[in-house]
């Protein structure tokens, strides 16, 4: 499992998870051009089921609790460029450079250096694809709604066409969300993703009612498109409650992981 960076008030950094005081986060290997990461729950000053380092400003938390955890995100980043848009479960992708409209995009895509472009879950798969050709990033949030209509597909398929991407350059990291043990689902979703032509047999088991595994789902389409370097965190949201926001385990009136990419200078 890859570990926990915890960086505390005076920016010294161990690996102790049991200082919830402090800011910490996953943090991915994907090269040292990029830094990816997704963060946990601690270290903020959010109360209750946004405890504590709640930073999306869509989900009904107190805003000046909102902005000082966003403070304290980009002091931890050593860049106040961030960048979330507000998530629809649809599939739009914005190729930004800062300052734009992010309404009603899951994907954002940039080749800005010190430009952290994010994406909220709690539950849902967050997905971050680095581009060392082309110098650069993205943010995918895949939702059920957004795995079945193959939102992680439709990036890359934009990334080749605009930036001249490979997919077999990519590296891509699957990050925290609901298990397929943890994803009991109706009939209708299994129906969704059987209509979209997913390997069922891969992707989809049977325990009572039928479970979706989502990362698999997405590892699917990575690997069908050609990217051969993905890493899967492993780490179910709803079986890690207390470490992270679960919208199945809280409700959907908690905080989110905020899961972010940048480049380098």
């Known amino acids: ?124 798969i967050p997905i ?22 193959r939102i992680v597909e439709k990036v890359i398929a934009e990334m080749t066409a605009r930036l001249g991407t490979r997919p077999s350059a990519l590296r891509a990291v699957i990050g925290p969300g609901i298990s397929l043990e943890a994803f009991e689902v109706g009939d209708e979703v299994y129906e969704a993703f059987r209509a979209a032509d997913f390997p069922m047999q891969r992707i989809a088991r049977r325990m009572g009612r039928w479970h979706i595994d989502l990362w698999e789902a997405n590892r699917w389409q990575l690997q069908q498109l050609g990217v051969e370097d993905v890493q899967v965190s492993g780490i179910c949201t709803y079986n890690n409650a207390d470490r992270f926001f679960s919208a199945r385990r809280l409700g959907t009136e908690s905080g989110r992981i905020l899961n972010g990419i940048m480049l380098k200078p």
């Not at 966003?70 to 050593?78: N, P």
């Not at 680095?130 to 993205?138: F, H, L, M, N, R």
Request: charged share 15%.
């Open 128 to 149: 971050l694809l680095y581009d060392a050709e082309t110098k650069s990033v993205a943010a995918v949030h895949a939702g059920w709604r957004g795995t079945a209509a």
């Open 1 to 124: 499992m890859t570990p926990f960076l915890s960086i505390n008030a005076e920016g010294r950094t161990s690996r102790n998870l049991q200082a919830e005081n402090s800011l910490q986060a996953v943090v991915y290997d994907l090269s040292p051009a990029v830094f990816a990461f997704s963060t946990c729950r601690f270290g903020g000053v959010s109360r209750g089921t946004y405890a504590s380092m709640n930073v999306n400003p869509y989900c009904g938390d107190v805003p000046a609790d909102v902005s000082e955890n966003r403070r304290r995100l980009s002091a931890w980043l050593g860049t106040e460029n961030i960048l979330l848009p507000h998530q629809v479960h649809g599939t739009r992708v914005a190729f930004v450079a800062g300052g734009e409209n992010l309404e009603g995009y899951d994907a954002l895509v940039t080749q800005q250096a010190r430009l952290c472009i994010c994406v909220s879950t709690a539950d849902c």
